[in-house]
């Protein structure tokens, strides 16, 4: 059983991490909601001072950390390529300063103990698929700001890689709600732009995941693309 630290469960993907991930392993949960989970932290680690609060908790309930999973990010405000520097300032907020804080605090208060860390991308972040602008460019500073984390601290046993999903579907997220509004233009998207014509199944996201998990660390500075064949 290892001890897996998941950032962002509190809904679509995050939370769907939790369900299947809890049934073998030790969760414990930082989320901007309140999640009723004895391991359940609720945080906001975009904020600095409770991102460093919220580790120091955790330290105070275990002493090592096998995996952590950051899975935060959204993409809600469709910006125009005329994007505010407040538009980008809130995007990075959202998507890239709490990964800051995490290997922050981390190293604060776990001392740089060796653990596998998971960072939750997207495409968006490697190639441009017309994604919002401010999401496309804060996911690209977090997965160089992660390659550059994982050459530093992979001396320390501090492995991390990244996952970039293309265009998943669950219930209750972006393109769920999108579908609902307009399924053909949704249809005719993801034909015209996936090769194999599908969504990216989160299943698929979540095996990866044990796969690092199980395989204690052997992948280091990975980033793994999952996406149908979309950025090819």
């Not at 309930?61 to 993409?75: A, L, P, R, V, W």
């Not at 740089?112 to 495409?123: A, E, F, L, R």
């Not at 700001?145 to 492995?159: D, G, H, R, V």
Request: glycine share 4%; charged share 20%; net charge positive.
């Amino acid at each position: 059983m290892k001890k897996i630290l998941i950032c962002g469960a509190s809904r679509n993907l995050g939370k769907y991490f939790f369900e299947n991930l809890k049934k073998k392993h030790q969760v414990f949960l930082f989320s901007r909601k309140k999640i009723n989970y004895k391991n359940s932290i609720k945080t906001d680690i975009s904020d600095h001072k409770q991102a460093n609060n919220s580790f120091k908790s955790l330290k105070n309930q275990i002493s090592k950390i096998d995996t952590i999973i950051f899975c935060i990010g959204n993409s809600k405000k469709n910006y125009s390529k005329y994007a505010k520097t407040s538009d980008f300032e809130n995007s990075f907020k959202n998507n890239f300063y709490p990964f800051v804080n995490l290997i922050y605090s981390y190293l604060k208060h776990f001392r740089g103990k060796p653990v596998n860390i998971i960072v939750i991308s997207s495409i968006a972040g490697i190639k441009n698929i017309n994604a919002p602008i401010t999401y496309s460019i804060a996911k690209n500073a977090l997965n160089f700001y992660s390659s550059i984390m994982s050459k530093e601290l992979a001396k320390n046993k501090i492995y991390i890689n990244i996952i970039s999903p293309g265009n998943i579907l669950l219930k209750g997220n972006n393109w769920d709600k999108k579908i609902k509004k307009n399924k053909k233009k949704v249809t005719n998207y993801i034909n015209n732009n996936v090769p194999n014509k599908k969504f990216c199944n989160p299943a698929h996201l979540l095996d990866m995941c044990k796969l690092l998990i199980e395989k204690n660390n052997s992948f280091v500075g990975s980033n793994i693309v999952i996406d149908g064949g979309q950025i090819l």
